[in-house]
């Protein structure tokens, strides 16, 4: 089973910046990313699929969020730009099987350990 590590969390002001790398150790097809505040439940973010063809995010993320990914590396990325203090929390990188249902973490079979994103404001 494929093992995913995530990594490039920090503490951040507001308005900065920040890019996560989720680094695989096999092959992951469809890929997404998850934020979780404190005291929250984990919600999607954005999701890509294998070929980068198709991209997905969450409506709060728009613009500001940007997905890709290396499949050279196994590596799929997340910038965030413009960071706001609502953006704090733990942000985990999944791996599943169904493009269709990319929104669901209930679709995602592979979690990572998660990253944690603090931003001051």
């Known amino acids: 089973q494929v093992q995913l590590v995530e990594s490039g969390g920090g503490l951040v002001q507001a308005g900065g910046f920040l890019r996560l790398s989720c680094a695989a150790s096999g092959l992951a097809l469809t890929v997404g990313w998850f934020r979780q505040a404190p005291g929250k439940e984990r919600d999607f973010v954005a999701a890509?699929?294998?070929?980068?063809?198709?991209?997905k995010y969450a409506d709060s993320v728009k613009g500001r969020f940007t997905i890709s990914r290396d499949n050279a590396k196994n590596t799929v990325y997340l910038q965030i730009d413009g960071l706001r203090p609502e953006d704090t929390g733990i942000f985990y990188c999944?791996?599943?099987?169904?493009?269709?249902?990319?929104?669901?973490?209930?679709?995602?079979?592979?979690w990572g350990q998660g990253t944690q994103v603090t931003v001051s404001s």
């Open positions: 890509i699929s294998w070929s980068s063809s198709f991209t």
């Open positions: 999944a791996a599943g099987n169904d493009w269709t249902r990319a929104s669901d973490p209930a679709m995602y079979d592979v």
